[in-house]
């Protein structure tokens, strides 16, 4: 069954609407076409990389079981007894309560930009009327698509493509999500400049979002005082890295782990800069603690009133470090200091008029 | 979703409870929350309605310290899927907050906030009391055995024959964090937990082990998670001979008094907290006369 029967794409490389034929898209301006696998259609235009907390191989393994006994079961068999952390971060549709805070309307059209396991996307699915879980990675999409089938979940399109060949037309969605996706844009689209990926991935964002709609940016801080302390960058493994200016890293990561540093995160005033230059205004910080991927709290950190109120009646300290630090933040001025080192940051903007 | 107005969209904080979320707002000039808004699933509403006026029905009625010890509810919306709550910000801090800044003069401070919530949970109980209900002989007999396996000397003495104990509302979650001290009053905050009919004692019991496990942490693992680090607490405030635990058993057994319970039905209710921490907590946290807990001794 073609389950895009009423969606109209866009051809991802010349933007001209595509024909929708039985089971492949083409596109009468430059005459692509674009066919469907699995019953999941594929709009790459180059053979992008790959980026997973597993491989493919595995991902393989695992669509073969979910396809036989269920995505909960092959999860299960999977995770439960290895990683039981990620089992439960797999399954926990409460990841998507941010939501809460983008003020849309039940019928919005929302786009989830490198969706993976999907679970934002199937959280919101049931939420909101139309809902694109995107990825670069086939098996990923795959899985939603599996996900999809045994949730019932009509509203949710599974579709396989490239960030900087978005097959949607212009100004179509209301809200456009990139949760912990937009470092490791330039990972997998590779050749230039890791700053000109992430630019051009924002700017092609842009084009699809209606004018009064959002992009929901979740992503870590390059100056999050985790940062500062030591601990290890989670995307590069490598102490430091995000702090030492670009060149610095690259060398100190070819040096320690044999390639490139491309895992670009920025600090308060870059993302602003960043955002704008990609043509978005009204740009709203928050931070999500402890972190993006599972939050307890979201807090306005533009609002000093809010991070003071947290900070005193919100955190309690588990340990000598954390009381300490949080002495600190608390102390004189220092909470007008504490949003450019918060860990994450959760931002929402909206395309420039 | 329902910040469409764009000046709410200033200043919050999004705070994640266990199924509800809370909406700490913040307006012009004011350092303080103006308002709380509590977002729940809809399919939850009735029985909060029902709560929140049942509530509302037996505070009416109070004096000191119970007047208006809990938080005002202004309005309740329906929104689509959810279900709001605005609700007044009392202000003042939680006694865990307090507790945090006076960690040397620790049992001081535990000493005064004791004092203060058990006189508010027996005015509470006292208020809300109604039929008894009767625990057999045998059944006080098996929960004896069942706790005896972890306690080797058993340290309450129950007499062999049935206890009617008077059945009171719940709190249900009655820590130290939900519990805020404003000018020297105690104002009862997140009534999500509450049961109409639960046994007492359990509340004021539940406060002193959270009280006692933020301040130690013994164990890095969470009190609820295994009985040997709950029992480390238990024995550091009740089963140990310390200043600390003959100052507990004094509140417990003022409180206990002040309900009319005798001896032996105290007793019998420390013998069921014990046997709900150790057997059934995971099942049912929160409740104060748990499912397992009735059809076992009922």
Same mark, same amino acid.
């Given at each position: 069954?073609n389950?895009y029967r009423?969606?109209e794409?866009?051809?991802?490389v010349c933007?001209?609407?595509l024909?929708n034929?039985?089971?492949?898209?083409?596109?009468?301006a430059?005459?692509?076409s674009w066919?469907?696998?699995?019953?999941?259609v594929?709009f790459?235009v180059?053979?992008?990389?790959?980026w997973g907390e597993?491989?493919?191989e595995?991902?393989?393994?695992?669509?073969?079981?979910a396809?036989?006994?269920?995505?909960?079961e092959a999860?299960?068999e999977?995770?439960?007894?290895?990683d039981p952390s990620y089992?439960e971060?797999?399954?926990?549709?409460?990841?998507?309560?941010?939501h809460?805070i983008v003020?849309?309307k039940?019928?919005?059209?929302i786009?989830?930009?490198?969706?993976g396991?999907g679970?934002?996307?199937?959280?919101?699915?049931?939420?909101?009327?139309?809902?694109?879980?995107?990825?670069?990675?086939?098996?990923?999409i795959?899985?939603?698509s599996?996900?999809r089938q045994?949730?019932n979940?009509?509203?949710?399109?599974?579709v396989?493509?490239q960030?900087n060949?978005?097959?949607?037309s212009?100004a179509?969605?209301d809200?456009?999500?990139?949760n912990?996706v937009l470092?490791w844009v330039p990972?997998?689209?590779?050749?230039i400049?890791p700053?000109?990926a992430?630019?051009?991935?924002l700017?092609?964002?842009?084009r699809?979002?209606?004018?009064d709609a959002?992009l929901?940016l979740a992503?870590?801080?390059?100056?999050?005082?985790?940062?500062?302390?030591?601990?290890k960058?989670?995307h590069?493994?490598?102490?430091?890295?995000p702090?030492?200016?670009r060149?610095?890293?690259?060398?100190y990561?070819?040096?320690?782990?044999k390639?490139?540093?491309?895992?670009y995160?920025?600090?308060?005033?870059e993302?602003v800069?960043?955002l704008?230059?990609a043509?978005f205004s009204?740009i709203?910080f928050f931070s999500p603690i402890?972190?993006?991927r599972?939050?307890?709290?979201?807090?306005?950190i533009d609002?000093?009133r809010?991070?003071r109120f947290?900070?005193k009646n919100l955190v309690?300290?588990?340990?000598?470090m954390q009381?300490?630090l949080?002495?600190?933040?608390?102390?004189f001025?220092?909470y007008?200091?504490?949003?450019?080192?918060?860990?994450?940051?959760?931002?929402l903007?909206q395309?420039?008029? | 979703?329902?910040?469409?107005d764009d000046?709410k969209?200033?200043?919050y904080i999004?705070h994640?409870n266990?199924?509800?979320?809370?909406?700490?707002?913040f307006q012009?000039?004011?350092?303080?929350?103006?308002?709380l808004?509590?977002?729940?699933?809809?399919s939850?509403?009735?029985?909060?309605?029902?709560?929140?006026?049942f509530?509302?029905?037996?505070?009416?009625?109070?004096?000191?310290p119970?007047?208006?010890s809990?938080?005002?509810?202004?309005?309740l919306?329906?929104?689509?899927?959810?279900?709001?709550i605005?609700?007044?910000?009392t202000?003042?801090?939680?006694m865990a907050?307090?507790a945090q800044?006076?960690h040397?003069?620790w049992?001081?401070?535990f000493t005064?906030?004791?004092s203060?919530?058990s006189?508010? &949970?027996?005015g509470f /109980?006292?208020?809300?009391v109604? +039929?008894?209900?009767v625990?057999?002989?045998? $059944?006080?007999?098996f =929960?004896?055995d069942k706790?005896s396996s972890?306690i080797?000397?058993p340290?309450v003495?129950?007499?062999?024959?049935?206890?009617?104990?008077? &059945?009171?509302?719940? /709190?249900?979650d009655f820590?130290p +964090?939900?519990?805020v001290l404003k000018k020297? $009053?105690?104002v009862? =905050?997140?009534?999500?937990?509450?049961r109409r009919?639960g046994?007492?004692?359990?509340?004021?019991?539940?406060?002193i082990l959270?009280?006692?496990?933020s301040r130690?942490?013994?164990q890095?693992?969470?009190?609820?998670?295994l009985p040997?680090?709950?029992?480390a607490y238990?024995n550091?405030?009740?089963a140990r001979?310390?200043?600390l635990?003959?100052m507990?058993k004094d509140?417990?057994?003022?409180?206990?008094s002040?309900?009319?319970?005798a001896?032996r039905e105290k007793?019998?209710?420390?013998l069921?907290?014990?046997?709900?921490?150790?057997?059934i907590n995971?099942?049912d946290?929160f409740?104060c006369?748990?499912e397992?807990l009735r059809e076992l001794?009922?």
């Open positions: 069954m389950i009423d969606f794409f866009a051809c991802p933007k001209a609407p024909q034929a039985d089971f492949s898209f083409s596109c009468l430059c005459n692509r066919g469907m696998k699995k019953g999941i594929d790459c180059e053979k992008p990389g790959y597993y491989s493919q595995v991902m393989q393994e695992m669509i073969l079981r396809q036989q006994a269920g995505w909960q999860l299960k999977k995770f439960l007894k290895t089992y971060y797999i399954l926990d549709e409460s990841r998507a309560d941010w809460f003020p849309l039940d019928d919005a059209r786009l989830d930009l490198g969706c396991w679970t934002l996307s199937v959280a919101l699915s049931r939420i909101y009327k139309e809902v694109v879980a995107f990825d670069t990675s086939a098996s990923r795959e899985f939603v599996l996900r045994s949730e979940l009509s509203n949710l399109l599974p396989c493509g960030i060949h978005l097959p949607f212009e179509y969605f809200l456009a999500i990139l912990g470092e990972t997998v689209e590779g050749g400049d700053y000109q992430q630019l051009g991935a700017k092609q964002l842009r699809v979002l209606k004018k959002f929901y992503i870590e801080n390059r100056w999050s005082f985790l940062n500062f302390l030591g601990y960058d989670t590069s493994g490598l102490r430091f890295a702090l030492l200016p060149r610095l890293a690259n060398m990561s070819r040096r320690m782990r390639r490139d540093f491309r895992e995160t920025y600090t308060y005033g993302h800069r960043m704008t230059k043509g009204r709203r402890p972190s993006y599972r939050f307890h709290n979201i807090v306005s609002d000093d809010a991070v947290f900070l309690m300290p588990r340990n000598t009381a300490w949080l002495a600190f933040a608390r102390a001025f220092f007008k200091l504490v949003k450019y080192f918060v860990p994450d940051f959760s931002i903007a395309p420039k008029d | 979703m329902f910040f469409t000046n969209m200033n200043g999004l994640k266990k199924d509800r979320i809370t909406f700490f707002s012009e000039n004011n350092n303080e929350p103006s308002s808004v509590k977002v729940y699933d809809q939850r509403k009735a029985l909060l309605q029902e709560k929140l006026t509530l509302q029905q037996v505070m009416l009625t109070c004096e000191e119970l007047k208006d809990i938080p005002k509810i202004l309005d919306v329906d929104a689509g899927r959810y279900c709001l605005f609700e007044e910000y202000g003042g801090s939680t907050e307090l800044h006076k040397l003069f049992q001081k401070s005064a906030h004791l203060l919530s006189e508010w &949970l027996a /109980h006292k208020k809300t109604q +039929a008894s209900v625990i057999p002989a045998d $059944k006080i007999a =929960l004896f706790i972890f080797p000397k340290f003495s129950v007499a062999h024959n049935d206890v009617a104990i008077p &059945l009171v509302s719940c /709190h249900g820590r +964090a939900n519990i020297g $009053k105690v009862v =905050l997140d009534w999500d937990n509450m009919s046994l007492p004692l359990l509340d004021l019991l539940e406060f959270r009280y006692v496990h130690f942490r013994l890095k693992k969470d009190v609820y998670l040997e680090s709950f029992l238990f550091l405030f009740y001979e310390s200043t635990s003959a507990v509140k417990i057994n003022w409180y206990a002040s309900l009319g319970l001896e007793n019998v209710l420390l069921i907290w014990l046997y709900k921490m150790l057997y995971e099942k946290k409740a006369f748990p397992g001794l009922v």
